[in-house]
Nanobody, 127 residues
Framework: QVQLVESGGGLVQAGDSLRLSCAAS????????MAWFRRAPGKEREFVSA??????????YYADSVKGRATISRDSAKKAVYLQMNSLKPEDTAIYYC??????????????????WGQGTQVTVTS
């Protein structure tokens, strides 16, 4: 079992930056691939970014909507994953969720591939 706790959300203006954090409670954090998803008001939850476990190469993935503006990273010592978001836009307004998978099958960009989820952190971007 993995517990995930997100933080770092808030109210910002368009063009600002935010760094979201996700702390994981597991002894084997390095074994897990991690991801960020988001749910905008009135929309389905969607993929934002993912980073594979250290043992599977640490490859990163980004949704087209955030590519070039977002950077995902992980710190094994702190058992945390981060999402740095720059040049925020009002359409980035959403609840951001952290997710973890223990390298089972399936796409790294698909919600169903992830086994554990955090409660989410709200990001609101005003114009």
């Amino acid at each position: 079992q993995v517990q995930l706790v997100e933080s770092g959300g808030g109210l910002v203006q368009a063009g600002d930056s935010l760094r979201l954090s996700c702390a994981a409670s597991t002894r084997s954090f390095s074994d897990y691939s991690m991801a960020w998803f988001r749910r905008a008001p009135g929309k389905e939850r969607e993929f934002v970014s993912a980073i594979r476990s250290r043992w599977t190469g640490g490859t990163t993935y980004y949704a087209d909507s955030v590519k070039g503006r977002a950077t995902i990273s992980r710190d094994s010592a702190k058992k945390a994953v981060y999402l740095q978001m720059n040049s925020l836009k009002p359409e980035d307004t959403a609840i951001y969720y952290c997710a973890a998978r223990n390298n089972g099958g399936g796409s790294y960009t698909t919600q169903a591939s992830y086994d554990f989820w955090g409660q989410g952190t709200q990001v609101t971007v005003t114009s």
